[in-house]
């Protein structure tokens, strides 16, 4: 656990596949600058991650591992982040757009 972090990317109400894609390049362009390399990515099965989502991870050195099917708790450690997000920080708050909800993830 201790070697796992979490990289925000972007948020969106509506991502679609190409979003996530374009969220995927510009998040390989800041793990290159780390010293140690990202050697693998854990996702999930949703249609948003395409082909092209993959390669773009894949054409960084980084591998894909992909959770088992309907099985949210094969990545609790990433579901255990968002609960902790969710009833840590945004319960507590009332976001009023977009640009507001990167301030208290510390991300602007």
């Known amino acids: 656990m ?3 972090r979490v990289h925000f990317a972007g948020c969106s109400a509506h ?3 190409a ?11 800041t793990l290159a600058e780390r010293p140690k390399p990202i050697r693998l990515l854990i996702r999930d099965h949703d249609r948003k991650f395409t082909r092209s989502f993959d390669e773009v991870f894949q054409g960084a050195g980084i591998r894909i591992v992909r959770t088992p099917i309907q099985a949210p708790l094969a990545n609790g450690i990433a579901e255990r982040f968002v609960r902790t997000v969710r009833s840590e920080c945004l319960d507590w708050l009332l976001i009023a757009n977009r640009r507001h909800l990167g301030c208290p993830l510390g991300v602007h």
């Open 19 to 29: 979003w996530v894609t374009q969220q995927a390049r510009q998040v390989t362009r």
């Open 15 to 17: 991502p679609d596949s």
């Open 2 to 4: 201790a070697t796992r």
